[in-house]
């Protein structure tokens, strides 16, 4: 079956715009989750939604980071202002409601010149 | 304390050998442990999942789970040049997963 999409694959933008990133989770999956992966550096946890529960923001680096999950299954990713440490791969991923098994997408690497 | 370590790599063996990655991790109530492969450019894939003490064997890849110990390893047997990718150990916190910061591992055709 088809896995996790993201779009854009590639996102280059200037310092200061706004930018939406957005997921489609594998279907049936409740929970989604957002990454964020820079450079050398380990996967750092964002967001998380499952169901129609108030989503986990515990992750989220800074009030310009936002997220919301529509109808239970694409989430769009916004990041206002960005600076130019905003720069990484945003990773998503989705499982099943009675697992841990996250199953990723192929992410989103944006780039803030 | 990291929540999640792995052995420092990179971890370089020849074609046919086994390779061992090593993990351990912090929180005593963790029951879901995993393993994922990320080849350079290309996102998270998990290959392993174990939940229960002692050995998970899934073709040529082992994962053993040490609950006591707050140990999970991952042995990769018969080595190959397309197992050369970064292997992340990930173990749930709650809900969510803690990831290693992960062991980069080279196959030596």
């Known amino acids: 079956g088809a896995g996790v999409s993201q779009s854009p694959s590639n996102k280059v933008t200037e310092k200061g715009k706004d930018v939406e990133l957005r997921c489609d989770p594998i279907?049936?999956?409740?929970?989604l989750y957002w990454y964020r992966q820079s450079l050398g550096q380990g996967l750092e946890f964002l967001i998380y939604f499952q169901g129609n529960s108030a989503p986990d923001k515990s992750g989220l680096p800074s009030d310009r980071f936002s997220a919301e999950r529509t109808g239970g299954s694409v989430s769009t990713l916004t990041i206002q202002r960005t600076q130019q440490e905003d720069s990484a791969v945003y990773l998503c991923?989705?499982?099943?409601?009675?697992?841990?098994?996250?199953?990723f997408g192929p992410g989103t690497r944006l780039t803030v010149t | 304390q990291k929540e999640v370590e792995q052995n420092s790599g990179p971890l370089s063996v020849p074609e046919g050998a086994i390779a061992s990655l090593n993990c351990t991790y912090s929180d005593r109530v963790s029951q879901s442990f995993f393993w994922y492969r990320q080849y350079s450019g290309k996102s998270p894939e998990l290959i392993m999942s174990?939940?229960?003490?002692g050995d998970k064997e899934d073709g040529r890849f082992t994962a053993q789970l040490n609950k006591a110990s707050q140990y999970v390893s991952l042995l990769i047997r018969d080595s190959q040049p397309s197992d050369s990718a970064t292997y992340l150990c990930a173990v749930n916190s709650d809900y969510k997963l803690s990831f290693g910061a992960g062991t980069t591992v080279t196959v030596r055709a």
């Open positions: 991923a989705s499982s099943r409601g009675d697992s841990y098994e996250q199953y």
């Open positions: 174990i939940y229960s003490n």
């Open positions: 279907s049936g999956h409740t929970a």
